[in-house]
Each structure stands twice: as C-alpha cells, then as structure tokens.
C-alpha cells in the first residue's frame, strides 16, 4: 500500500546532520524501514501549488512554451475527426504543466484534421474536454518537415548528442530547412508576444536558434530554453559543420536548462573550445558579446499523483485480468519494456540479456515472460527502419529458441497502447527493464515507479539515463553487458518480496517528491530571478 494513504503508524522524530547547512527533523516511519523528510512532504509540489506559485510569479507576463510536438493532435478516423495524445516523453511531462500555468503553446501542427479545428492563426483551446491552455499551431510544407525535423534535427543532432555509435548525417539543405523553419517559429511566435512581457520556454533540440531570434524580435521577453537529451563530450560536437552557428544560437538564451549538471558541463567545455566566449564557473553562467547565459539543471519527472490515480482505478485492474489471460502471463515472473522504438533505448541489448538470462537459468522456461511495448517512431529515418527489423528478427529467433508448446518468453506489442494499458502492464510485471545507451532522463523509469502501488515492482535501470542519478534504489546495470543486465533480471526475480518493498517505497518517495510540478516550480523561480 502506499505509505500516504496508509497509517503511518507512530512516527517518531529524528534529528539528522546534514553536513555544514545543520540538522533538519526527519520522520522515521514503522512502515519498511525507511526514513522520510518531514519538511520535503510538507513542502511537495502538486498542481494547485503550482497554479498558485504561476499567479505570484507570472503576474501580467505571458507564458509560452515551444516545441516540434503538439500536445494534441487531430486526426481523421472513419472519415470523423479524432484527437489523439502523442507519445513523447516531452509533450506527456508538460502538458500538465501548462494545464496548470494556461498561456500558450506554440507547435507543429502535424495531424491531418489539425487544420479543421483552428482559427485562422492556427489556434485552438485544448485539452478538448476542458480547455485550459491555448495551442497554436504552424504549418510546415513536406520539405520543411523531411529536412528540418527527419534531417537535421533526427538525422543529424539526435545521435550526435546521443554519442551512440551511429554516425550523424550533415546534409546542407536538412541545415537551411532548419534554419527555414527556426524562423518560422520565430515569427509565429513574435506575432503572438510583440513586445509584451512574457517568458518564452523553448523545448529541445529542434531550436538551436531560435533563441537569439527570439531576443531579437521580441525586447521584453525572457528565454529559457530545455535541452531535454544529453549534451556530448567537446570532441563530440566538434564534428557538426554549423556548431558556431547553433552555439551562438542558444547563447541568445538567458537561461539554458539540462536535466543533469554533466550536460550542462560538457556545453560550458563545447562553449570555451569553439567561441570567445567568459564561463564563470562559479555562477554556471556564460556571457556572450554582453548577454549572460545561465547554465541550470533541473531532472525533468512524470505527474506522480495522477499516475498513482488511474493506476488505482477499476479499468486498470479489468486490464490486468485480461492481459494475463491475453498474453498468457505467468503469475509472477513477468517483466516489462516500455520504450519508442529508438536505438538509443537499447531494445536490442535489452532482448540480447533476456536470451542470456533464460541460457544461464533454464529453470525459468516455460515460467517467464517479457512485454515489449516498442512503439515505431520517426520510420523515414534509416536507421529506425532498420532498427525495427532488428527488433522483429531478433524476439523472433530468442521466441524460437526457447518456444515449448504455445509458449514463448517474449511477448511483442507494437502498437501504440492507451494510457490504461500502460499502467496495466507497469502494474502486472515483477521487473521493469529500462536499459537506454544514453538518455537525457528516462520517464518510463519514473513512471513504472508512480504506477508501483503494491511496491512489488523491481526497476533495472540503465547507468547511463539521467533518471539513475536520482533513482539509486534501482538495480543500475551497464546495458553494454548481456551479462550483467542478465544478472539483475535474476536478482530482481529472486529478491526477497521485503527488500523489493524497501526499494520501491524509496523510489515512490523520490519521485512523489521531486514530480512534474516541482521540476516546473524550480524552473519558474529561477526565471523570476531572470528579472
Ligand atoms: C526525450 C528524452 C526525456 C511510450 N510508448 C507508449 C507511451 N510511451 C510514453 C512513455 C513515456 C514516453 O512515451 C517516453 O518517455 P522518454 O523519457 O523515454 O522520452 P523520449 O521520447 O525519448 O524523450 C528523454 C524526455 O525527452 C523528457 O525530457 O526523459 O530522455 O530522450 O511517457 O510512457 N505512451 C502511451 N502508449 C505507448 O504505447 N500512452
């Protein structure tokens, strides 16, 4: 059960020293042993706080979030216009943020029906059922899209940053689409906010110069803008032919966010190599002919309440029943891969340690089962073409291998799945396997935590995510090594159901504290100090 709703029993107080700062009272609670902040639980972020903290702190400022995906989009099925949820990790993590701030949010309209339900500048109130927030909406030609988004920016930036060993494509034209489409943005953008006071929050690394356009064309705004995957080693970066360009781009920024403080470091370092520019380490600023950047940190998180909630609620339990009869599942020995097909989740490596784990202990055929959800994403890129047939080949010969009778250990699922599925299946599964190459942070991890109610769940976890600096309760693996992710697949099997509490209660406390409207308040008070 979890330990907000329980009883907490008699707590007792406990004065702890914390370093220099002093002592700070924690609560000792009965339940598994663990220790839990007083003061942190007091002070947890939700959507009200958030809502409240939004009012003190934007005042009469207008609120703008920037991004290539919409939140929402609109689609035609059975020739009737539908509205779908896109699965990105970016859009799920803020759009109950903007729920909560209102404003607006400025994106790509890429569904089919988008055009249908806008006004004739491309905006429309969403969510439908209860409109809190404004999307407005641009329109890219099929050029701009295959060059700005497919080339440059998945072609070309996502593996550079993700140093995952596949070679990033430099094409001239994808370069001049996104310069194209960056000032697109640009302009829809300043049409919106004039010379208003606003806070414009740019997301990710379809933007790398938007900002300076940004400063440049609306004077009384403030623009912070989310890096939300890692950024690489100097040596790295090197290779991009437009690095001065897209540098000099995002130093347009007065605040520069990373989810870890490594990434953060490794775009001062890039900085110092490539342009004359100050970094003043002590600060984490970088300045710029004049302008000052900040460098910040803040670990991006999922909505741990409402997670918490539906995954609670009767529909989820009526999944479980029937994915158990559906896919055949063992009654304990079931685990759990949730990812959008991309190499750098390391579905592969991942599907690689589970043959090794059923060659090591064959006691477990015939009483084991793995659900991979691997959603095909971004197909006109090659390399994603080719990591899907890799992905099919290889459950294909693993389910051969080890088939017996109508039996097979992996259970493939490659359709987008409804948000009750999802939690259906976090809930079902004794381990969840999260083995990314590289990850900015990982939200399936901290999802498959908020949705652990029963805290019988064991998370494997990848080193080198963001989410394994704050998630140390996890079993952290190097999903390089069949061997060793193997080795936790069996511990996570074999733990004892009291250790396996302990951790998970740890990890619930950790995220239910540091959750989407924390990360989203922390970045607000430091955009108020932008002035
Ligand atoms: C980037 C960074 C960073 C997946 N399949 C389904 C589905 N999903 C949802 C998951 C999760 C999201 O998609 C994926 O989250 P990730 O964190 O893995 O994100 P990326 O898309 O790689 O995004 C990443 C993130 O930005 C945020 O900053 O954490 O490091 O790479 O929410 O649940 N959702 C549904 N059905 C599916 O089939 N409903």
Redesign the pocket.
Known sequence: MDSKSSPAGRARGELVRRGQAGYTIRLRLPHAGSSVSFFNRLMAQTRDTLREQVQRTLRNRLFVVVSNREPYIHIYRDRKIQML?P????T??LDPVMRAVGGLWVAHGAGEADPEVTDDRGRVQVPPEKPAYTLKRVWLTKEQEEGYYYGLANGAFWPLCHNAFRRPVFRQSDWERYREVNGLFAQAVAEEVGDQKAFIFIQ?YHWGLLPRMLKERCPRAKVAH?W??PWPHPEVFRICPWRIDILKGMLGNDMLCF?IRHHGLNFMDTVERELEARTDRETNAIIYRGHATKIRNFP?S?DFEAIQEEAASREVARKMKEFRQQFRLPPRNVGVG???A?Y??GIPDRLRAIDRFLELHPEYIGDFAFVQ?A?PSRVRVEEYRKLNEEIDTLIEEINWKYRSGSWKPIVP?R?????T??FALYRLARFSLVT?LQ??????AK?FVAANLDEKGVLVLSEF???ARELTQALIVNPYSADQTAEAIHRALTMDDKQVRARMHRLREIVRERNIYKWASDILRKLRRLG
Request: charged letters at 25%; a negative charge.
């Open positions: 949820r699965a990105s990790g970016l799920i993590a990710d989310f939300h995957i989810h991006i999922v949730v990812d959008r991309d750098t989740k959800v959603v699922v359709e987008h799945l409804g948000r599925e999802l990314s990850d900015g942070m990982n939200l399936v999802e995510t963001g989410a």
